[in-house]
C-alpha cells in the first residue's frame, strides 16, 4: 500500500508543475489553461479512485495473504514444537543410551579383567604343578589368552573353565608313566615317573634311584630335588612303585618340606645365619661342657662309703689300733667319708660337742671340693637363653627397620628375617637345658655323697662317745 501512496503523491506532484509551466508559459491563454486544468483534476480525481479502488484490492489480496502467511507461521511453529519435543526426547534418549553404554563398558572391563585374572591365575596354578608336564599344550593356551588384544569371548571362558575341571580330576589322581625329567646329575633322563595327585611326583631310574621331582620355572619340565633323600622314603618309594605298600611320602606343600629335607647345611653355616650371638652362645655351651666332664670325672673317683668299710674302721678303733684306722682311711683316698673319719679320728677322746663340731667340719672341708664348678654351671644354664633372648630382640629390632625403610610388600623377607632372628633363642634354650639336666644330676651325686658322709659321720661319732664312756668306767 505504501508503494500506491508513492505514486500518487509523485503523480501530484508532477501534475502539480505541469499546471504551474503551464501558466507561466502561457499565461495569455487562461482560459484554456484552466478548461485544461479541470480537465486534468478531473483526470487526476478519476485517476486517484481508480488508484483507490486499486489499493483497496490489493489491501484485501495483502490481507488474505498475510492471514495465509499467519495460518503457515501458526501450523510451522507447531511442527517446530513438535520437532523440538521430538529432539529433546532424542538428546535424552542419546544421554541414556551413553550411559548404559558406559554401564556396559564397565560391565564388558570387569568381565574381560576377571577373565585374564583368572587366566594368570590358571597360568601360576599350570606352572607351579606338575601336571603341566604331561600336558605342556595348556600353558600356551592360557598364554594366548593373556597376550590376546581381543576381548576374551566365549571360547575363552570355556578354556579356562576346562582348564580348572581337568585341574580338579587330575589332583584325585595317581598317575605313572614313562617320561623324561632332569637327574640328579642335570642330564636329561628317561626313568618311571609317578605323580600322587599335585602334591608330590617321584622317579625311579633304571639303576633303582629314586627321588623327587618338582617342576622348572617355566613348569613344562620336571627336574629332581638336589641332596641327599633319607632312606626311609627312599625305601616307601620303591616299596609303593613295587606294589609292596600303598604308602607313599607325601609333600603337600608341593616340594618345599622335600627341598628342606634333602638340603644339609653345616652347623657353622647355622651358627652364622643366626649372627654374633649364636658363637658366644656355643661358647658358653663349650665351657659348659668342658666344666661338666671335669665333674663327671672328680665325682667318678669318689665314692661312698660301703658299711664293710665302716665296719673295718669300727673294728680298728675299738681295738685302740689308732694308727692302722688313720692309714686306713688314708689309704681310701678316693672314698671322701674316710677322709672325714680321719679328720674326726684326731679329735678322739675329746668330748661329745668337739668330735660333733669336728665332724661336721669335716664334712664343710669336703663340700667345696665336691660342689667345685656347679655353681658356675647353674649361672651358664641362666645365661644361656638369655644371650639367645637378646639375639631375637636384636634380629627383631633389624627385621622392623628393614620393614619401615622397604614396606610389608614382601612376607617372605619378613618370615625369613624373624626366623633368623629366632634361631638364637632356639640356640639358647637347646644348650641351656643340657645344662640345667646335668647340673641337676651333678648336683645329686653330691647330695648323696654329702648324705653318706653324715650317716657315717654321726655313726662314727656315737661309737667314739660310747667307747669313751666304756673307757671312763673302767
Known amino acids: 500500500m505504501e508503494r500506491y501512496w508513492k505514486k500518487i503523491t509523485v503523480f501530484m506532484a508532477v501534475a502539480s508543475f505541469i499546471v504551474f509551466a503551464s501558466t507561466v508559459i502561457a ?7 484552466a478548461s485544461q486544468i479541470n480537465s486534468e483534476q478531473d483526470q487526476a480525481v478519476e485517476e486517484a479512485s481508480e488508484t483507490e479502488r486499486m489499493m483497496k484490492m490489493d489491501k484485501a489480496d495483502l490481507e488474505k495473504e498475510l492471514a495465509q502467511l499467519e495460518a503457515q507461521e501458526k501450523r510451522e511453529q507447531r ?59 595348556r600353558s600356551d593356551v592360557l598364554q594366548e589368552i593373556l597376550d590376546s588384544k581381543r576381548f576374551p569371548g566365549m571360547e575363552s571362558i570355556q578354556t579356562l573353565a576346562d582348564f580348572f575341571f581337568k585341574e580338579m580330576s587330575e589332583q584325585g589322581n595317581v598317575m605313572r608313566r614313562t617320561g623324561e625329567f632332569v637327574g640328579p646329575d642335570g642330564r636329561n633322563t628317561i626313568g618311571e615317573i609317578c605323580r600322587v595327585g599335585i602334591f608330590t611326583t617321584f622317579f625311579r631310574k633304571d639303576d633303582g634311584t629314586v627321588g623327587f621331582l618338582v617342576p622348572d620355572a617355566v613348569g613344562k619340565r620336571l627336574i629332581s630335588i638336589s641332596g641327599d633323600i633319607p632312606w626311609a622314603a627312599q625305601q616307601q618309594i620303591k616299596e609303593y612303585l613295587d606294589g609292596e605298600s600303598n604308602l607313599a611320602p607325601i609333600d603337600p606343600s608341593a616340594g618345599g618340606s622335600f627341598s628342606k629335607l634333602t638340603t644339609k647345611e653345616s652347623f ?38 660301703s658299711d664293710k668299710v665302716i665296719s673295718d674302721i669300727k673294728s680298728m678303733v675299738s681295738k685302740n689300733r689308732w694308727k692302722e684306722a688313720e692309714n686306713y682311711c688314708e689309704s681310701k683316698s678316693r672314698i671322701p667319708t674316710c677322709q672325714m673319719l680321719k679328720e674326726v679320728m684326731e679329735n678322739a677322746g675329746e668330748t661329745q660337742e668337739v668330735l660333733e663340731n669336728s665332724l661336721q667340719e669335716a664334712i664343710l672341708k669336703q663340700m667345696p671340693r665336691l660342689e667345685r664348678f656347679l655353681t658356675t654351671l647353674s649361672l651358664l644354664a641362666a645365661i644361656a637363653p638369655l644371650l639367645g633372648l637378646l639375639g631375637t630382640v636384636t634380629g627383631m629390632i633389624q627385621t622392623f627397620k628393614v620393614i619401615t625403610e622397604v614396606g610389608t610388600g614382601d612376607p617372605t623377607m619378613m618370615a625369613g628375617g624373624i626366623s633368623v632372628a629366632l634361631l638364637t633363642t632356639q640356640f639358647g634354650l637347646a644348650t641351656a637345658v643340657p645344662i640345667m639336666l646335668v647340673h641337676h644330676y651333678l648336683e645329686r651325686q653330691v647330695d648323696k655323697i654329702v648324705n653318706d658322709m653324715q650317716e657315717k659321720g654321726t655313726s662314727f661319732a656315737v661309737t667314739l662317745i660310747k667307747q669313751q664312756g666304756s673307757v671312763s668306767e673302767a
Do not use: C, H
Not at 499565461?27 to 489553461?33: F, M, P, R, S
Not at 564397565?106 to 604343578?129: F, L, M, P, Q, Y
Open 79 to 137: 511442527a517446530l514444537d513438535k520437532l523440538r519435543a521430538e529432539f529433546e526426547s532424542l538428546r535424552k534418549q542419546e544421554e541414556q543410551l551413553k550411559q548404559d553404554l558406559a554401564n556396559e563398558q564397565e560391565e564388558i572391563d570387569a568381565i574381560e579383567g576377571t577373565v585374564r585374572g583368572t587366566a594368570k591365575d590358571a597360568s601360576e596354578v599350570s606352572r607351579d604343578n606338575p601336571i603341566t608336564a604331561e600336558y605342556p599344550e
Open 268 to 305: 657353622r653355616d647355622w651358627l652364622a645365619r643366626g649372627g654374633t650371638l649364636m658363637y658366644a652362645i656355643a661358647a658358653v655351651g663349650l665351657f659348659a661342657l668342658l666344666l661338666a666332664l671335669e665333674r663327671f670325672v672328680t665325682l667318678a673317683t669318689k665314692s661312698r662309703a
Open 27 to 33: 499565461a495569455e491563454n487562461w482560459g484554456q489553461v
